[in-house]
């Protein structure tokens, strides 16, 4: 059955680094709503790319040590691209900002809008944010910070051309209020239309003098386009537009695009600028842009700057891609954030994947061979209990149509495992092991696996969509295929009499949480310590181009990072002077162990002693320390340290010290506490 076209767009990556798991929500999402389509009748484009210019890339190249910013892009894009390909996406295009055809159209599009009036030169002076490339307002910053990221802000004037807004904004509002479902969900439509289109729109400054990493305006050559008009039109040159006239037919097939994913820090440049430079084109809107949630790491937005960041590859390499998938799809709410920890992802993996749909399929099948040696055969012994798992199973594709209509995608999957699970509970109703036992209900035993096989066929039908490789694993079990989904209302297609495989394969292990954990934390150091490293050569890149300034922001992130630490793998070493040598024995005399802070305290009459509770194993230890200076005590709690435990007890200004905490010191004589690398227990011997 042909539906038609089904154009469906993500927003294209920003090319200043590696994407992390919530970037990557974006494409996994967009990929299930397009194997879906797909799969239901649609003639489906499926488009994504990398966004590839603007000053923030200029500064990223120069940190990496590049060249040329193109040097730089390559290399991220190619990062980006070779992660949507290990999540198993299924796009048509993946578009870079940087292609010959886009960069031609573009300047294209540009010429137009100034022919038509649409673009005036002028000068623009305003607060300034780097990471978003735009400019802000007085009334729209607070604290001096950027209302989208947080970022600080600075004064900046140029030369610039601008775009009148207001040329068309009552067309987009009437669009707007005429076409309820163009922006979704309904509440980011209130949030444009109040904030935004209704108190009026300002001019918009489409063009930039200050850098050169972007499209050159052809006829103005010291101006480049500003990124956004650039980015936004890749939509349309993607599938073949042309602005003089001359559009590919993939473009007039295509066009308008069906649905627009993007996130929801991005949905006003979507639903208000967009929509004016194609109505300045005379373009139709597309019919739908969605802005999806974001996902956070424990009710964070994640940040390389944290230590925070989690990673889609890294995840695959511990849970396998479709549980990934699995999880962003099913863990994401329609409208308002969501969480991914590796805690959660792990009840998830074992719960609904292990559990409920590995576990189904595995003993289903283990079944049929014991019983029939593999083979599955219908022999119409029914029983009441039939009647409501195939009422269950035959309906589940209208109601997954629904949910996936309405872009609630969690909800279509939480419908499939609900017949999952609905098989899972009619094996516990007729219980085949029992009716194995008596020989005269052999038929009946065949009729109830066949009735398993052929829902377990539909359910994966329509889970393919979502965690395709798990989709096909089953069916190559089953030794079947994926059902048409104009199929899936009928039960019994299922061919009587064929053959599942003799040696099933789990398709989930259960995962051991601490084991988990273990690996979480071992990824972790191991993302920190390459971001120190990376950002350290960052910054000395920057020093080395003169921008200071952006140099010493690097500085102060890895020494908030660090825990107040600024010191790199760049320094010179100190030499102190030597001490005699000693005996193996005279060094295995002392005792050193890993302690945890559990309380603090500042001592009494001293500017320089804490006094710290540490507990070592069982017990506790009372440590006076030296480095007030260095650690206020609120933040030497929950500190693991390296204890000295032998050492002979002292009084230091009245107080009784237990042992040692052993600490570094700089040329300058500034101490910092000797930390494991390591997730250690306390009491763990150092040796």
């Known amino acids: 059955m042909n539906k038609g076209k089904y154009y469906i767009t993500t927003a294209i990556a920003y090319t200043s680094g590696k994407p992390h798991i919530g970037n990557t929500y974006e494409i996994i999402l967009a990929d299930a709503i397009a194997r879906y389509k797909r799969a239901d009748g649609y003639d489906v484009h499926f488009q994504t790319g990398s966004d590839e210019h603007g000053q923030k890339i200029e500064t990223r190249a120069i940190e990496a040590g590049c060249s040329t910013p193109k040097e730089f892009v390559d290399g991220v894009a190619g990062t980006i691209k070779n992660i949507w390909d290990q999540m198993g996406t299924s796009y048509d295009r993946f578009i870079r900002t940087t292609d010959e ?253 292990a559990n409920t749909l590995g576990n189904l399929v595995n003993r289903t099948i283990a079944m049929t061979n014991k019983y029939f040696d593999g083979v599955v055969a219908d022999k119409g012994v029914v029983e009441d209990v039939d009647a409501d798992l195939k009422a269950v199973v035959t309906s589940c594709y209208e109601k997954v149509e629904k949910k996936m209509d309405e872009l609630r995608v969690a909800d279509a999957i939480t419908e499939v495992f609900n017949l999952f699970k609905r098989c899972n509970k009619y094996i516990d109703e007729t219980e085949p092991w029992v009716l194995a036992k008596d020989e005269a209900k052999k038929d009946r035993l065949s009729t109830v696996m066949y009735n398993l096989i052929e829902s377990i066929t539909i359910g994966a039908s329509l889970i393919a969509p979502f965690i395709p490789e798990t989709a096909g694993k089953i069916f190559a079990q089953l030794n079947t295929s994926a059902r048409d989904f104009d199929t899936l209302g009928t039960f019994g297609c299922y061919p009587s009499g064929n053959t599942v495989t003799k040696e099933p394969e789990m398709l989930f292990a259960r995962k051991d949480l601490n084991e988990v954990l273990k690996l979480a934390e071992e990824i972790t150091s191991k993302q920190k310590a390459e971001y120190v490293e990376t950002q350290t050569k960052a910054a000395a890149n920057l020093e080395k181009a003169g921008l200071k300034t952006e140099a010493e922001r690097i500085y102060a992130q890895l020494k908030a990072l660090n825990g107040g630490n600024n010191s790199t793998s760049d320094e010179e070493g100190i030499d102190i002077e030597p001490k005699d040598e000693i005996t193996y024995d005279q060094f295995a005399a002392m005792q050193f162990q890993v302690g945890e802070i559990i309380k603090c305290e500042a001592v009494p009459k001293s500017k320089k002693l804490l006094c710290s509770q540490v507990k070592i194993g069982s017990q506790v230890k009372q440590i006076v320390s030296g480095i007030h200076k260095y650690y206020e005590p609120e933040e030497m709690v929950g500190k693991k340290v390296m204890v000295l435990v032998n050492l002979k007890p002292a009084q230091l200004a009245g107080v009784t010290s237990e042992g040692m905490l052993l600490c570094a010191e700089d040329a300058e004589g500034n101490l910092a506490l000797m930390t494991p690398e390591k997730h250690m227990p306390s009491g763990a011997e150092i040796c």
Not at 121 to 128: Q, V
Not at 190 to 201: A, I, Q, S, Y
Not at 269 to 287: C, D, V
């Open 101 to 353: 055809d886009h960069v031609k159209q573009v300047q294209k599009i540009f010429k137009k809008f100034y022919d038509q009036g649409d673009i005036y030169k002028g000068s623009y002076k305003g607060m300034y944010c780097t990471e978003c490339e735009a400019f802000y307002t007085e009334s729209q910053i607070t604290d001096g910070k950027c209302p989208e990221c947080g970022s600080a802000v600075h004064p900046a004037e140029e030369e610039a051309y601008f775009f009148k807004m207001s040329k068309y904004a009552q067309q987009l509002i009437d669009h707007i209020n005429t076409h309820p479902e163009f922006i979704q969900p309904v509440s980011r439509k209130n949030e444009m239309m109040n904030n935004f289109l209704l108190p009026g729109l300002q001019d918009l400054c489409v063009s930039r003098t200050s850098f050169k990493w972007g499209i050159p305006v052809d006829f103005d050559p010291d101006h480049v386009v500003y990124v956004w008009l650039d980015a936004l039109t890749n939509y349309i040159t993607g599938i073949g537009y042309d602005a003089d006239g001359n559009s590919s037919d993939l473009y007039k097939k295509n066009w308008p695009a069906d649905l627009h994913l993007i996130g929801k820090d991005i949905i006003r440049f979507h639903t208000i600028y967009w929509p004016i430079f194609l109505l300045a084109l005379g373009e139709p809107l597309p019919k739908q842009v969605f802005g999806h949630p974001w996902l956070l790491q424990g009710g964070e937005k994640m940040s390389k700057s944290k230590g925070n960041v989690i990673y889609a590859d890294d995840l695959a390499s511990v849970f396998g891609v479709d549980a990934v998938r699995y999880f962003v799809l099913h863990e994401m709410p329609f409208e308002n954030d969501g969480v991914i920890t590796w805690e959660l992802m792990v009840e998830r993996f074992n719960s609904d994947l």
